[in-house]
C-alpha cells in the first residue's frame, strides 16, 4: 500500500546513490553523447559533423575486426572459465582436509594486480628465451621455440592468461551457489541409488540454475569488456590479431605518443565508444532472453 | 512522523554542509602558495617580512634520467636566487600529458612544463603556453642570437611566436654488436640497406644455434618501432622521415615503402630475433645487452641504457645507420630538438617563471647537461665548447656532420591503419606493396586536407628543398 512516508524514507537512503551516479554516470555519459556528433580533438572548436563519426564508424574495418577478435576471445575465455570453475567449485565443495588453502590458491589471481601478472606472462610465454618454451624444449616436446604472442598462437595465449586469472573469481561464486543447495536433496537422492553423476546431473545443475545464470552473465559482459591483461601483453598485436574493441577504443580516446604528437579523436572515441555499449548491451539482453528457463528452479 | 523526518532531514543537510566545507578546506589546502599571497599581501606591506614575498612556482618534468642533476639545479637556485623564488620540482611518468590536461582543467596547472616534440604542438593549441618573445628583449637579446639556429617553424615557434627554447636534442644512429659482426666475418657497419639484410643474414647463420639473431626492433608497437628507425634511414637518403614529401607538401609513402622492402627481406630470411613482433623495446635492450641481437635502430639514449639500466659487457658501438642505396643525399635528423622548458599561459607568476628558466639555460648548465650525457647539446655555442660525455659507446652518437634538424611534418590523424601498422602487416604477412602505399596515401592526405580547411595545420610546399644543404656542423 502506498505511503508517503515510506516514500520519503526511501528517497532518503537513495539519495547519496541517485547524486553520485548522476555526477559521475550520467553527466559524463551526456557529454559523450554530445560528443558522437563532433570533431573534437580534445582543444580549440567543436565541429559539428552530423552523423560523419557512424559512417566513419561503418567503414571502419580495423573496429569491426576488433569485434570480430573480442567474439573469438570472450567464447574462447568463456568455454574455459564457466566449465572449469564450476568443476573446482564442485570440487572444493566436498569437505577434505586443505580445501580452505586450495581456495584461497585458485582466487588469488583475482586479487593480483592484472597489469603485474600480465608482465610475467608476457615473459613466462616470449618467444627467445620464455619459460615455456625452454621447458617444452628441455623435455623435446618441440625442436624450434613457439612464437606463444606471434600472429598465429598469440589470441590463444592471451584467453588462456584471462581464463586463468578469472577461473578463481566464478568458482568462488559459484561455490556460494552450491552452498544454499539444502544437503537433505543429496541425501534423497542417495538412497534413491543415484549415483555422483547422477546427482550433479540433476540436483546440483537445476538447483544452480539461477546463480548461473547470473555469474553466466557476469562473465559474458567482462569478457567482452576485457583489454588490460592484452594492453600489457600485446597491445592488440601482432598486426591487430589480439585488438578487440576495448582496446581499440582506449587507444582513439587515450593515444600514448612514441615520438610525434598523437590528437585525441574525443569526437570519434563517443562514436565507438557508443557502438561498443550497444554491442555489449545487445549480447547480454539475448543471452538474458534464452536463458529465462534458467531462473527457473524446478 | 514529522519530527522523525524534520530530524532525519536535518542530519542530511547537516552532512551536505560538512561535506561541503571539508571540500573547501581541500581546495584551500591544494593551492597553498595562491592563498598565502593573496591572504598574507596586506600584511607583507605592513611588515615587509620576506616570506610574504615567497614565490612558489612549480615545475613538471617526466624526464626521470636527469633527475637528481636537475634537483640539484633546483636547490641552488631555490637557495641563490635574490628573487625569493622557491621551485618545487614534480617529477611524472608516462601519463604525463594526460595530468598536464587534468591540472590544466582544475586550474592547478604548472608554471613551468617539460616541453618535448609529443607535446609541444598540443600544448600550444590547447593554449597552454605563452610566448617568450618579450622576455628575449633587453638584457636578453644575447639569447636570440645563442639559440637562433634551433628555432624552427611547428617546432618551437608556432603562428610567429616563440614558445620554447632548444638544449639537447636526440641522434639516430644503428646499434651493433661489434663482436658478433666480427664472428660473422663483417669488418664494418653495413651502409646500404642490402648491407645491412646480408649483414643479418651472416650474424643470424654464424650463432643462431646459441639463440643469436642478426637484427631486432621494438615491433609491439610498430609506429614507435619504425620511428626510430626507417626515420633515420630516410633522412640520411634525402627524404623526411615520417613519409612527408617537403617538396610537395604533401605525403608520399613510396620511398618508406622500399625501405619496408628491405625490412621484410630480413624478416622472411630469418635474421630478426623470433617473437620481435611483441618485443618492447626495454626487452629487446636486455636482449641485446645479453648479446643475442647483431643490431638494431635507436635513439642517442641507449648509451645511458647500457651504462645503468641493462649494464654489458658486450663490445657495442652506434655507428650512422645505412641509406636505402649507400648513398647520402641528405641528413640524419636530430629528433626532439628544439624544446626543453615552456611556461604556462595562466601562471600568475610569469616573471619568476622565466627567471628560472633563464637559469636552466645559462651556458654552464647547458653545458654540463651535455658532458653529463643527460642529451646531446644542440646549440651551437654549447656544443663547440662542451666536452664530450664520458659514457660508453656516446661517442657514435654525437653530432657530427651527418646529422641535422629537419623541416617537420604537420600533425594528423587519418583515419584508418597507422603508416606503422600497415607497412608491419606487410612485412609479416606480405601483401600488394602498392596498393599498402597507395592507400596510406590517400588517407594521409586525405586528413591533411581536411586539416588545413579546419586551420588546424598550415602546409608549405618547398619546391627548391634540397635536403643536401641541412648541415649542422
Given at each position: 500500500?502506498?505511503?508517503?512516508?515510506?516514500?520519503?524514507?526511501?528517497?532518503?537512503?537513495?539519495?547519496?546513490?541517485?547524486?553520485?551516479?548522476?555526477?559521475?554516470?550520467?553527466?559524463?555519459?551526456?557529454?559523450?553523447?554530445?560528443?558522437?556528433?563532433?570533431?573534437?580533438p580534445?582543444?580549440?572548436?567543436?565541429?559539428?559533423?552530423?552523423?560523419d563519426?557512424?559512417?566513419?564508424?561503418?567503414?571502419?574495418?580495423?573496429?569491426?575486426?576488433?569485434v570480430?577478435?573480442?567474439?573469438?576471445?570472450?567464447?574462447?575465455?568463456?568455454?574455459?572459465?564457466?566449465?572449469?570453475?564450476l568443476?573446482?567449485?564442485?570440487?572444493?565443495?566436498?569437505?577434505?582436509?586443505?580445501?580452505?588453502?586450495?581456495?584461497?590458491?585458485?582466487?588469488?589471481?583475482?586479487i593480483i594486480?592484472?597489469?603485474?601478472?600480465?608482465?610475467?606472462?608476457?615473459?613466462?610465454?616470449?618467444?627467445?628465451?620464455?619459460?615455456?618454451?625452454?621447458?617444452l624444449?628441455?623435455?623435446?616436446l618441440?625442436?624450434?621455440?613457439?612464437?606463444?604472442?606471434?600472429?598465429k598462437?598469440?589470441?590463444?595465449?592471451?584467453?588462456?592468461?584471462?581464463?586463468?586469472?578469472?577461473?578463481?573469481?566464478?568458482?568462488?561464486?559459484?561455490?556460494?551457489g552450491?552452498?544454499?543447495?539444502?544437503?537433505?536433496?543429496?541425501?534423497s537422492?542417495?538412497?534413491?541409488?543415484?549415483?555422483?553423476?547422477?546427482?550433479?546431473?540433476?540436483?546440483?545443475?537445476?538447483?544452480?540454475g539461477?546463480?548461473?545464470?547470473?555469474?553466466?552473465?557476469?562473465?559474458?559482459?567482462?569478457?567482452?569488456?576485457?583489454?588490460?591483461?592484452?594492453?600489457?601483453?600485446?597491445d592488440?598485436?601482432?598486426?591487430?590479431?589480439?585488438?578487440?574493441?576495448?582496446?581499440?577504443?582506449y587507444k582513439?580516446?587515450?593515444p600514448?605518443p612514441?615520438?610525434?604528437?598523437?590528437?585525441?579523436?574525443?569526437g570519434?572515441?563517443?562514436a565507438?565508444?557508443?557502438?561498443?555499449?550497444?554491442?555489449v548491451?545487445?549480447?547480454t539482453?539475448?543471452?538474458?532472453?534464452?536463458?529465462?528457463?534458467?531462473?527457473k528452479?524446478? | 512522523?514529522?519530527?522523525?523526518?524534520?530530524?532525519?532531514?536535518?542530519s542530511?543537510?547537516?552532512?551536505?554542509?560538512?561535506?561541503?566545507?571539508?571540500?573547501?578546506n581541500?581546495?584551500?589546502?591544494?593551492?597553498?602558495?595562491?592563498?598565502?599571497?593573496?591572504?598574507?599581501?596586506?600584511?607583507?606591506s605592513?611588515?615587509?617580512?620576506a616570506?610574504?614575498?615567497?614565490?612558489?612556482?612549480?615545475?613538471?618534468?617526466?624526464?626521470?634520467?636527469?633527475?637528481?642533476?636537475?634537483?640539484?639545479?633546483?636547490?641552488?637556485?631555490n637557495?641563490?636566487?635574490?628573487?625569493?623564488?622557491?621551485?618545487?620540482?614534480?617529477?611524472?611518468?608516462?601519463n604525463?600529458?594526460?595530468?598536464?590536461?587534468?591540472?590544466?582543467?582544475?586550474?592547478?596547472?604548472?608554471d613551468?612544463?617539460?616541453?618535448?616534440?609529443?607535446?609541444?604542438?598540443?600544448?600550444y593549441?590547447?593554449?597552454?603556453l605563452?610566448?617568450?618573445?618579450?622576455?628575449?628583449?633587453?638584457?636578453?637579446?644575447?639569447?636570440?642570437?645563442?639559440?637562433?639556429?634551433g628555432?624552427?617553424?611547428?617546432?618551437?615557434?608556432?603562428?610567429?611566436?616563440?614558445?620554447?627554447?632548444?638544449?639537447?636534442?636526440?641522434?639516430?644512429?644503428?646499434?651493433?654488436?661489434?663482436d658478433?659482426?666480427?664472428?660473422?666475418?663483417?669488418?664494418?657497419?653495413?651502409?646500404?640497406?642490402?648491407?645491412?639484410?646480408?649483414?643479418?643474414?651472416?650474424?643470424t647463420?654464424?650463432?643462431?644455434?646459441?639463440?643469436?639473431?642478426?637484427?631486432?626492433?621494438n615491433?609491439?608497437?610498430?609506429?614507435?618501432?619504425?620511428?626510430?628507425?626507417?626515420?633515420?634511414?630516410?633522412?640520411?637518403?634525402?627524404?623526411?622521415?615520417?613519409?612527408?614529401?617537403?617538396k610537395?607538401?604533401?605525403?608520399?609513402?613510396?620511398?618508406?615503402?622500399?625501405?619496408i622492402?628491405?625490412?621484410?627481406q630480413?624478416?622472411?630470411?630469418?635474421?630478426?630475433?623470433?617473437?620481435?613482433?611483441?618485443?618492447?623495446?626495454?626487452?629487446?635492450r636486455?636482449?641485446?645487452?645479453?648479446?643475442?641481437?647483431?643490431?638494431?635502430?635507436s635513439?642517442?639514449?641507449?648509451p645511458?641504457?647500457?651504462?645503468?639500466q641493462?649494464?654489458?659487457?658486450?663490445?657495442?658501438?652506434?655507428?650512422?645507420?645505412?641509406?636505402?642505396?649507400?648513398?647520402?643525399?641528405?641528413?640524419?635528423?636530430?629528433?626532439?630538438?628544439?624544446?626543453?622548458?615552456?611556461i604556462?599561459?595562466?601562471s600568475?607568476?610569469k616573471?619568476?617563471?622565466?627567471?628560472?628558466?633563464?637559469y636552466m639555460?645559462?651556458?654552464?648548465i647547458?653545458?654540463?647537461?651535455?658532458?653529463?650525457?643527460?642529451?646531446?647539446?644542440?646549440?651551437p655555442?654549447?656544443?663547440?665548447?662542451?666536452?664530450?660525455?664520458?659514457?660508453?659507446?656516446?661517442?657514435?652518437?654525437?653530432?657530427?656532420?651527418?646529422?641535422?634538424?629537419?623541416?617537420?611534418?604537420?600533425?594528423?590523424?587519418?583515419?584508418?591503419?597507422?603508416y606503422?601498422?600497415?607497412?608491419?602487416?606487410?612485412?609479416?604477412?606480405?601483401?600488394?606493396?602498392?596498393?599498402?602505399?597507395?592507400?596510406?596515401?590517400?588517407?594521409?592526405?586525405a586528413?591533411?586536407?581536411?586539416?588545413?580547411?579546419?586551420?588546424?595545420?598550415?602546409?608549405?610546399?618547398?619546391?627548391?628543398?634540397?635536403?643536401?644543404?641541412?648541415?649542422?656542423?
Open positions: 500500500m502506498f505511503s508517503w512516508r515510506r516514500l520519503q524514507e526511501n528517497s532518503l537512503f537513495l539519495f547519496p546513490s541517485v547524486i553520485l551516479t548522476l555526477v559521475l554516470g550520467i553527466y559524463p555519459l551526456l557529454w559523450m553523447l554530445r560528443f558522437m556528433f563532433y570533431d573534437y580534445g582543444y580549440g572548436d567543436e565541429l559539428f559533423v552530423g552523423l563519426n557512424f559512417e566513419r564508424l561503418a567503414r571502419d574495418s580495423e573496429f569491426w575486426k576488433s570480430q577478435n573480442t567474439f573469438v576471445f570472450a567464447a574462447g575465455k568463456l568455454l574455459i572459465t564457466i566449465p572449469l570453475s568443476l573446482l567449485a564442485v570440487l572444493l565443495n566436498k569437505s577434505f582436509r586443505g580445501r580452505n588453502l586450495l581456495r584461497a590458491v585458485y582466487f588469488m589471481p583475482t594486480s592484472t597489469a603485474v601478472i600480465s608482465v610475467v606472462f608476457y615473459i613466462i610465454f616470449n618467444s627467445y628465451n620464455g619459460m615455456v618454451n625452454q621447458l624444449m628441455k623435455y623435446h618441440i625442436d624450434q621455440p613457439v612464437p606463444w604472442l606471434g600472429p598462437y598469440a589470441m590463444l595465449t592471451v584467453i588462456l592468461v584471462a581464463a586463468w586469472g578469472a577461473v578463481g573469481n566464478y568458482m568462488l561464486l559459484f561455490l556460494a552450491l552452498q544454499s543447495i539444502p544437503q537433505d536433496l543429496y541425501e537422492a542417495s538412497i534413491d541409488g543415484a549415483n555422483a553423476v547422477q546427482r550433479f546431473r540433476y540436483i546440483t545443475i537445476p538447483m544452480l539461477p546463480i548461473m545464470q547470473i555469474i553466466i552473465m557476469l562473465a559474458i559482459i567482462a569478457s567482452l569488456k576485457g583489454y588490460e591483461s592484452i594492453m600489457v601483453m600485446t592488440g598485436g601482432p598486426i591487430g590479431k589480439t585488438e578487440v574493441m576495448y582496446l581499440y577504443l582513439l580516446l587515450f600514448v612514441t615520438g610525434p604528437p598523437v590528437e585525441q579523436q574525443l570519434y572515441g563517443s565507438v565508444g557508443f557502438a561498443t555499449a550497444i554491442i548491451g545487445l549480447i539482453a539475448i543471452y538474458y532472453f534464452m536463458t529465462k528457463k534458467m531462473n528452479v524446478f | 512522523m514529522l519530527k522523525k523526518w524534520f530530524s532525519l532531514s536535518l542530511v543537510v547537516l552532512a551536505v554542509v560538512l561535506t561541503a566545507c571539508g571540500s573547501n581541500a581546495e584551500s589546502s591544494k593551492e597553498p602558495a595562491t592563498a598565502s599571497t593573496s591572504s598574507e599581501a596586506p600584511s607583507a605592513a611588515s615587509a617580512s616570506s610574504a614575498e615567497k614565490k612558489v612556482i612549480k615545475y613538471w618534468t617526466d624526464d626521470r634520467h636527469d633527475q637528481e642533476y636537475i634537483k640539484e639545479l633546483i636547490s641552488q637556485f637557495s641563490s636566487n635574490p628573487d625569493n623564488i622557491e621551485v618545487e620540482l614534480t617529477v611524472l611518468s608516462e604525463f600529458n594526460q595530468s598536464v590536461d587534468i591540472a590544466f582543467s582544475s586550474n592547478q596547472a604548472p613551468v612544463l617539460r616541453l618535448k616534440s609529443a607535446n609541444t604542438e598540443l600544448f593549441k590547447k593554449g597552454y605563452t610566448p617568450l618573445d618579450d622576455y628575449l628583449t633587453g638584457e636578453n637579446e644575447g639569447m636570440k642570437t645563442k639559440f637562433s639556429t628555432i624552427i617553424d611547428n617546432v618551437n615557434r608556432f603562428g610567429g611566436k616563440l614558445y620554447s627554447l632548444p638544449n639537447t636534442g636526440l641522434t639516430l644512429r644503428l646499434v651493433y654488436n661489434k658478433l659482426f666480427e664472428k660473422a666475418g663483417i669488418t664494418s657497419p653495413p651502409v646500404s640497406l642490402q648491407e645491412m639484410v646480408d649483414a643479418a643474414k651472416k650474424i647463420e654464424a650463432g643462431k644455434k646459441d639463440g643469436i639473431y642478426g637484427f631486432a626492433l615491433f609491439k608497437n610498430p609506429k614507435s618501432a619504425f620511428d626510430r628507425s626507417v626515420r633515420e634511414i630516410l633522412s640520411l637518403s634525402g627524404h623526411q622521415g615520417l613519409g612527408f614529401d617537403l610537395t607538401g604533401k605525403f608520399d609513402f613510396a620511398p618508406y615503402a622500399r625501405v622492402e628491405y625490412f621484410k630480413m624478416y622472411d630470411d630469418g635474421s630478426i630475433l623470433p617473437g620481435a613482433e611483441t618485443l618492447d623495446i626495454d626487452p629487446l636486455a636482449q641485446f645487452a645479453a648479446g643475442k641481437i647483431g643490431m638494431y635502430l635513439f642517442s639514449t641507449e645511458g641504457v647500457y651504462k645503468d641493462f649494464p654489458t659487457d658486450i663490445n657495442w658501438g652506434g655507428a650512422i645507420a645505412p641509406s636505402i642505396d649507400g648513398t647520402q643525399l641528405g641528413t640524419s635528423e636530430i629528433v626532439s630538438a628544439g624544446t626543453w622548458l615552456g604556462n599561459e595562466k600568475e607568476n616573471d619568476a617563471a622565466w627567471k628560472f628558466m633563464a639555460y645559462g651556458d654552464d647547458q653545458t654540463t647537461y651535455h658532458e653529463k650525457g643527460f642529451g646531446i647539446a644542440i646549440v655555442s654549447i656544443a663547440a665548447k662542451a666536452k664530450n660525455p664520458d659514457i660508453k659507446g656516446m661517442e657514435g652518437f654525437l653530432v657530427g656532420k651527418s646529422d641535422s634538424l629537419w623541416p617537420v611534418s604537420p600533425t594528423i590523424t587519418p583515419e584508418g591503419l597507422n606503422g601498422d600497415a607497412f608491419f602487416k606487410y612485412m609479416i604477412s606480405g601483401g600488394d606493396l602498392q596498393k599498402i602505399t597507395d592507400d596510406l596515401n590517400t588517407r594521409y592526405n586528413a591533411l586536407t581536411a586539416a588545413v580547411a579546419k586551420g588546424d595545420v598550415n602546409v608549405t610546399a618547398l619546391p627548391d628543398f634540397d635536403p643536401s644543404k641541412l648541415q649542422a656542423k
